[in-house]
């Protein structure tokens, strides 16, 4: 299990820390990541560019599915949330149903 903390950083860009547990409430690695919403991902989730708690939720969500798909270690340090949908096909389709609206 990891824990995902969401920090905005103004406008659509987020840092993000994903912390691996070794066992409950025992903390591991933790990697550090930087991210942008872009308009594809914002379009496919509904989400508003206003909307920083949206986009928050967004950001979680989508690292919500790189995580139970892959170690946050393999994960690219800097990318736009789109990118995720280059290596993952289902994530645009998945993201509809992960992110409230």
């Known amino acids: 299990m990891s ?5 905005p950083r103004g406008g659509r860009d987020f840092d993000v820390e994903a912390a691996e547990e070794t066992s409950p409430g025992v903390p591991g690695l933790s990697f550090s990541f930087r991210v942008t919403v872009d308009d594809a991902v914002l379009a496919a989730s509904g989400t508003d560019v206003g909307d920083e708690p949206g986009m928050i939720a967004l950001v979680r969500a989508s690292f919500e599915y790189l995580l139970a798909r892959e170690p946050a270690g393999a994960i690219l340090p800097e990318f736009e949330l789109s ?4 290596y993952f096909p289902t994530y645009p389709a998945d993201l509809a149903n992960r992110v409230p609206r």
Do not use: L, W
Not at 3 to 7: A, D, F, L, T
Not at 83 to 86: D, E, L, N, Q
């Open 3 to 7: 824990v995902i903390r969401v920090e």
């Open 83 to 86: 990118t995720i949908g280059r």
